[in-house]
């Protein structure tokens, strides 16, 4: 016979008699704090108005604060960057080790060289790989630039790579996104680019169709405005360039399609072939391998993955060019990322475009637009981490309108010489395809000056084409697999010294509060005795019966 739980009901002469015994305590309580009597905290008088350099002693101690604040915040983010690297290497050690005790010890060396090969999917080693036979299998290769950000789109490595390849290989630049940047800023990179390599300005269409759906036509389609997002335009030019090349050369031509995450890589050929041929997201890195599409007989394109941002390069560069997961990335790149953005705009512009009062840093901002926008969490407080994320993906993405100045001065690049630059345009009609850039230029409609940001370039973004240099990604996986603890451990040390650094310097700036605050307090009780010798009296009515140890000011003069 199973045991029943004991039963928690109790009578009701048991029930009473705890209540009461409450209901004394409470009252025992009550009357012992009426007796001690509540003492009101005194009031901090603050810095006299007769002190000397008063205001400067109160500046200085804000700014102190300010500092602290500042320094506090940093190391925030530090300490959950090093939480969030941690949680991911145990999450992937225990993954590993799942995968070898289920496998058994026999077949470990097996085991390894398959969970390598389902991580290599979404490795940047195999980014490196597929884009190298991208670059390799094309004979025209198209850097695809965002035209609001044309010089942070170049990759110096990739392009050294084609026109140093040696054979017919030819680079053509595709100016991508043209309707969100001001006609007068287009025209000016259009002629800028142009001295370099072939430059084609192109909009891309945003609303395909599905290849493997019907066509359905709705009262609600009806109403899109076409030359905004289903009708693309630099189509036509840009074909009519392929296949003059292509008979130039006498053969089928492939064209492989390169650039950074989120330039519009996968939409160019999908408005080349008017369906949804290639995958295409807001997310960064949806194509992951090559991809053949035929356009017609003598032309083949080429979407390849995203070009991988080099670590070296600045915040902003690897906030907008490098392959960030928003759901899987840590909070702290994010933010840093958002900071970096804020920082090369006007600040004024970026209020009116998002229509926000006056701010002081980057979480202020985003605490306000989360508000502004309604992305709260439990109890109101405004959800800084996915307003962050969203931010990044609008400018991204092709919603805002920000555009960048071309450099004063013309200087090409050292592996750009004038022979290399006859030679990628060679067998190109240039002046055909600045007719037809007039053309697409005076089609489409574009934002006004005044309500498309300033944004300031930081130039070129190095990226890693070959797989030897992803030194970062290798190491990461070569600890999952033999999970050494000593490499662990230098590790932690070398971060240790850092460490120390940071606190070393929060020290001296709490040094520097203390004696700014001594200083306060020595002027004040200096001033304050002044005046209490002169007001006395008043003084000692004020003082309470119980302040024994208080001076009287009485007996001074007895």
């Excluded at 804000?62 to 290497?89: A, I, S, Y």
């Excluded at 609001?148 to 990759?155: E, F, I």
Aim: glycine share 4%; with cysteine; aromatic share 4%.
């Amino acid at each position: 016979a199973e045991l029943k739980k004991a039963s928690k009901r109790l009578t009701c002469h048991k029930r009473y008699k705890i209540q009461k015994k409450i209901r004394e305590h409470h009252r025992k309580v009550r009357k012992e704090a009426k007796k001690r009597g509540r003492k009101k905290p005194k009031k901090d008088p603050g810095v006299p108005s007769a002190a000397p350099f008063k205001e400067e002693l109160l500046r200085e101690a804000e700014q102190r604060k300010q500092r602290l604040e500042e320094l506090k915040q940093k190391q925030k983010l530090n300490r959950q960057k090093e939480h969030e690297k941690k949680r991911k290497l145990e999450a992937k050690k225990n993954a590993a080790q799942i995968t070898e005790k289920a496998e058994g010890k026999g077949s470990s060396g097996k085991s390894k060289a398959k969970t390598n090969k389902l991580l290599d999917k979404n490795s940047k080693k195999s980014f490196c790989r597929e884009l190298k036979k991208v670059i390799e299998a094309s004979d025209v290769v198209l850097e695809v630039l965002d035209a609001r950000d044309p010089m942070g789109c170049r990759c110096p490595q990739l392009e050294q790579a084609v026109t140093c390849s040696g054979g017919d290989k030819k680079l053509l630049l595709v100016l991508n996104k043209i309707d969100l940047v001001p006609k007068e800023n287009l025209e000016k990179w259009l002629n800028y680019l142009k001295k370099e390599f072939p430059t084609v300005a192109f909009k891309s269409a945003t609303l395909m169709k599905d290849k493997t759906m019907p066509e359905q036509f709705t009262k609600r389609r009806a109403r899109v405005d076409l030359s905004r997002t289903t009708e693309c335009f630099g189509s036509k030019c840009l074909l009519k360039l392929l296949q003059e090349h292509g008979k130039a050369q006498n053969k089928a031509i492939q064209v492989g399609v390169v650039g950074f995450p989120n330039v519009g890589k996968s939409s160019i050929i999908n408005s080349l072939k008017g369906v949804r041929a290639c995958n295409v997201g807001l997310a960064r890195g949806v194509t992951k391998s090559m991809q053949i599409v035929h356009i017609d007989k003598q032309t083949k394109m080429l979407d390849s993955p995203s070009i991988i941002a080099d670590p070296s390069n600045s915040a902003l560069a690897l906030a907008l060019r490098s392959i960030i997961d928003t759901e899987e990335s840590g909070s702290a790149d994010v933010l840093e990322g958002v900071d970096a953005i804020l920082n090369h705009c006007s600040k004024q512009q970026v209020m009116m475009h998002y229509s926000i009062p006056d701010f002081r840093n980057t979480e202020e901002f985003l605490t306000l637009l989360a508000q502004k926008r309604g992305m709260l969490k439990k109890g109101g407080v405004p959800d800084v981490e996915n307003i962050a994320k969203l931010l990044l993906c609008d400018w991204t993405g092709a919603k805002i309108s920000y555009h960048s100045q071309p450099p004063g001065s013309q200087r090409p690049p050292p592996y750009l010489t004038e022979d290399k630059i006859a030679e990628m345009q060679e067998c190109f009609n240039l002046k055909n395809l600045e007719e037809e850039n007039n053309n697409t230029v005076q089609a489409l409609k574009y934002p006004s000056p005044a309500s498309s940001i300033i944004f300031q370039s930081a130039g070129m973004a190095n990226g890693t084409i070959e797989e030897n240099k992803v030194i970062e990604v290798a190491s990461e996986w070569e600890n999952l697999e033999t999970s050494k603890e000593g490499k662990e451990e230098e590790e932690d040390f070398t971060e240790s010294d850092d460490d120390q650094d940071d606190v070393e310097e929060e020290e001296k700036d709490v040094k520097e509060v203390n004696q700014a605050l001594a200083l306060v307090s020595l002027t004040r009780h200096f001033l304050f005795s002044e005046s209490e010798h002169s007001n006395s009296l008043s003084f000692s009515l004020d003082k309470t019966a119980d302040e024994d140890d208080a001076y009287d000011f009485n007996t001074d003069y007895v």
